[in-house]
């Protein structure tokens, strides 16, 4: 399957403008990060650009500051290991260090860059291996079939495609109100995580609002929760290197022993990272305990359309959902 | 040892006057590869069947896609294991193939090639990566540590490898450079680890042989001793 990859012209621009030109003026121009994605895209051949941008050369894409409204700046091209050792991510979103602890392996998290690691994109097997399926620009999906692999696809939203987020942080950025700042036509904009992501029946070949030309530039935390009590747990087939099967990222805020507020967002279930709002509605202002655990699994899943091999997920996340609020007691 | 029968490429023959001359000359000359070592002889087939077979795919981008003097310069300094060289590197090459087939430092293993195994594993600035899966030109102004610069100038080994040969870690030994790195960079960042974070610290290297408590033990042996 993986073999050398092909011939490319490599610019190593030292600035977002540099960048952001030879984007604008090569078509199929590809940005890398960290790289650990690309790499495997090009290994296998199934993409083969011509131009590659690798912006890990730009400094001020690095590093993690204070904001003046009490949130966090982390820059685009940040390690995952510098998220996840950071002092002031520890102190405040120490959701996000666990997270982001659970990513791929150490090497990887060495070197891949928290914005790759929430844009990334999906790892349906089909999609991988070069099938022309919808979200390559074909006509059917090879996923959704009576006998096919679809032990890790999706549970919700379904259209047409059934592949689901693999990021281990990206739900973390959704439950924290995140908002990613982009460098679009020369202008910075702002988009709010909720929004971030997409689903395919917005575009169906992209997983997040990124168009080609667009540099994601950093992510801002806001300070709504921060030191918020959390709980992250990720169940796949293997501790190291796996994607999550099912992840949940829980952040919550305490009034004595109830709940005052809480965030709860799944991963691996749906083309987006899954905010549980129901689950949300039902622990919201309660003390949690045995009868709030059982409401949470009768909610957690509703609305789940399982594919032939995928119903384990539903339990699981439940499973799940309820070990977060019980988390709380 | 009678170098006068067949090649026995696993023996490393001694040095010492031919038989022949031992024999009072004649017309016997038998054949004798005095300094052919397995190890070197390999090396030999290796390298020059990338010279011949490689050179025109691995790196064929010698013709690029598109000249542009706003790319990449393919000639680089690359700091390895304290030395900086100079080496001519294709846009497209990753630091595996850099160190294995352009500096010899065939220590270095390319298991899976595809950043899920770790034999691959060296050191950029004190920091474990996977160099199948890292551009070279990535490297450049890094301090690159491979295998072969974990040992002391002396050959006295590092406490991990020592460590590794007193726990009997390698079975294969095919994962062991990757693992001698990735125990070496937690030991420099932590040189008292707990289990849990040692076990944490070498999850990215798989060992087929399945020798993972050894490494581990042994891991945890160098930092009593380092």
């Given at each position: ?12 621009p030292d ?21 650990k994605?690309?790499?495997g ?5 199934v ?23 009490g949130g966090?700046?982390?820059g ?99 439950a ?14 702002e ?53 999550a ?10 009034a ?13 279930v ?40 995928n ?19 | ?11 490393d ?38 010279v ?27 700091t ?10 294709a ?39 996977y ?33 590794f040969i ?44 399945g ?16």
């Amino acid at each position: 399957m993986s073999d050398v990859m092909h011939n490319f012209e490599l610019y190593q621009p030292d600035s977002i403008q540099g960048a952001a030109d030879l984007l604008g003026e090569f078509d199929d121009a590809w940005i890398i990060a960290g790289a650990k994605d690309s790499l495997g895209w090009f290994k296998d051949r199934v993409i083969q650009p011509s131009v590659v941008v690798d912006i890990g050369g730009i400094a001020e894409l690095t590093g993690i500051e204070e904001t003046d409204d009490g949130g966090l700046y982390i820059g685009a091209m940040t390690t995952l290991t510098d998220v996840l050792e950071n002092p002031l991510i520890r102190d405040r979103y120490p959701i996000l260090s666990s997270s982001a602890s659970q990513v791929a392996s150490p090497q990887i998290r060495n070197a891949g860059s928290i914005g790759g690691n929430i844009s990334q994109d999906t790892r349906c097997v089909y999609y991988r291996t070069g099938f022309p399926c919808y979200r390559a620009g074909g006509n059917t999906c090879y996923a959704n079939t009576p006998t096919a692999m679809n032990r890790d696809h999706a549970l919700f939203e379904v259209s047409r495609c059934v592949a689901v987020t693999p990021s281990d942080t990206a739900p973390a950025m959704v439950a924290l109100g995140a908002s990613m700042v982009i460098r679009r036509k020369g202008e910075d904009i702002e988009v709010p995580a909720s929004e971030y992501f997409i689903g395919p029946e917005i575009d169906i070949t992209r997983m997040t609002v990124l168009e080609h030309g667009d540099i994601l530039l950093g992510i801002r935390l806001p300070a709504d929760w921060a030191n918020a009590r959390h709980y992250f747990e990720k169940v796949a087939d293997r501790n190291t290197w796996d994607f999550a099967l099912v992840s949940i990222t829980m952040v919550a805020k305490m009034a004595g022993n109830a709940i005052e507020d809480v965030a709860m967002v799944c991963g691996g279930v749906q083309c987006t990272p899954r905010r549980l709002t129901e689950v949300e509605d039902v622990v919201r202002g309660e003390v949690p305990g045995a009868e709030v655990e059982t409401l949470v699994r009768r909610v957690a899943s509703r609305g789940a359309q399982p594919l032939n091999f995928n119903h384990f997920k539903i339990p699981l996340m439940e499973n799940l959902a309820a070990r977060a609020v019980r988390s709380l007691a | 040892m009678d170098a006068s029968g067949p090649y026995d490429p696993t023996l490393d023959y001694p040095e010492g006057p031919a038989i022949a001359e031992i024999a009072g000359g004649g017309d016997i000359k038998p054949w004798r590869p005095l300094h052919v070592t397995r190890r070197n002889f390999l090396r030999g087939v290796v390298c020059s069947g990338i010279v011949i077979g490689g050179s025109s795919y691995l790196f064929s981008a010698a013709t690029p896609a598109r000249a542009d003097a706003r790319g990449v310069e393919r000639m680089m300094s690359l700091t390895v294991n304290g030395k900086t060289r100079h080496v001519d590197v294709a846009p497209n090459e990753t630091l595996g193939y850099t160190v294995r087939y352009r500096l010899g430092l065939t220590g270095t293993k390319i298991g899976c090639n595809q950043a899920e195994c770790g034999a691959c594993t060296v050191m950029a600035d004190g920091r474990t990566i996977y160099s199948c899966s890292t551009l070279t030109h990535r490297m450049r102004g890094k301090d690159i540590v491979t295998v072969e610069g974990i040992a002391a100038a002396d050959g006295t080994l590092h406490p991990v490898q020592q460590a590794f040969i007193d726990e009997l870690a390698p079975q294969c030994g095919f994962c062991t450079p990757g693992q001698v790195v990735a125990g070496v960079a937690l030991l420099n960042a932590n040189p008292n680890p707990t289990e849990e974070e040692a076990r944490v610290a070498m999850s990215g290297n798989l060992c087929r042989c399945g020798a993972y408590e050894h490494y581990l033990r042994g891991v945890m042996k160098a930092a009593r001793e380092v």
